[in-house]
């Protein structure tokens, strides 16, 4: 092959190389999506009860009667600091993994509720007061985040689309039992 060739080939294989990666994530390129904090408040430590902040101040989560402080997926979230928003719920940030190769997005921070993420990692600390003992005994069987050390993502401390998918379930059953409590409010 002569040197014009080559010359001309190496054009064209760069072209094609990007269209398709274009055609399988809909980008020519890796992308990326971090999100933030507004005003995080770094966590000293966490107790099996209750969040103990920089300032002294201890917080509880709501619905939440028991931390699953030792979990290293919680840990994760509470190492950039929280957040606490206006009705008392506690913001984190958390590393997820793609999903699929056809998925743009390769690095993602994320901002994740830290009552669903603790009601996910260990439903038994949902507060059975205001949750259906029904609705615990079914988030643990069927939307618990295992925590698996040898995982890909959990191996990292980051979080899976299926980790997302629970905390979902966990976010319904609240809501539901909000909806629940204010129609029984005279």
């Known amino acids: 092959m002569t040197r014009p060739k080559k010359l001309l080939w190496?054009?064209?294989?760069?072209?094609?190389?990007?269209?398709?990666?274009?055609?399988?994530?809909?980008s020519p390129i890796p992308m990326w999506h971090f999100e933030k904090l507004e005003r995080p408040i770094a966590v000293?430590?966490?107790?099996?009860?209750?969040?103990?902040?920089?300032?002294?101040?201890?917080?509880?989560?709501?619905?939440?009667?028991?931390?699953?402080?030792?979990?290293?997926?919680?840990?994760?979230?509470?190492?950039?600091?929280?957040?606490?928003?206006?009705?008392?719920?506690?913001?984190?940030?958390?590393?997820?993994?793609?999903?699929?190769?056809?998925?743009?997005?390769?690095w993602r921070t994320m901002r994740v509720n830290l009552g669903e993420l603790a009601g996910a990692l260990h439903p038994a600390g949902i507060d059975s007061s205001v949750v259906h003992p029904d609705a615990i005994a079914w988030l643990a069987e069927y939307k618990r985040i295992e925590y698996i050390p040898s995982s890909r993502s959990h191996k990292k401390n980051h979080l899976?689309?299926?980790?997302?998918?629970?905390?979902?379930?966990?976010?319904?059953?609240?809501?539901?039992?909000a909806k629940i409590a204010h129609a029984d409010s005279p």
């Not at 190496?10 to 809909?26: A, D, M, Q």
């Not at 899976?160 to 039992?177: K, N, P, Y």
């Open 10 to 26: 190496l054009p064209i294989s760069i072209v094609l190389i990007l269209g398709g990666l274009t055609l399988l994530t809909g």
């Open 44 to 106: 000293r430590s966490a107790t099996p009860t209750h969040l103990i902040l920089q300032n002294g101040r201890e917080i509880t989560l709501p619905l939440i009667v028991e931390l699953p402080n030792d979990n290293p997926l919680f840990q994760a979230a509470l190492a950039d600091g929280i957040e606490i928003q206006e009705d008392g719920s506690a913001i984190g940030l958390i590393w997820l993994d793609r999903n699929c190769g056809n998925d743009p997005v390769v």
């Open 160 to 177: 899976t689309l299926w980790d997302c998918i629970a905390m979902r379930g966990v976010r319904e059953q609240f809501e539901h039992s």
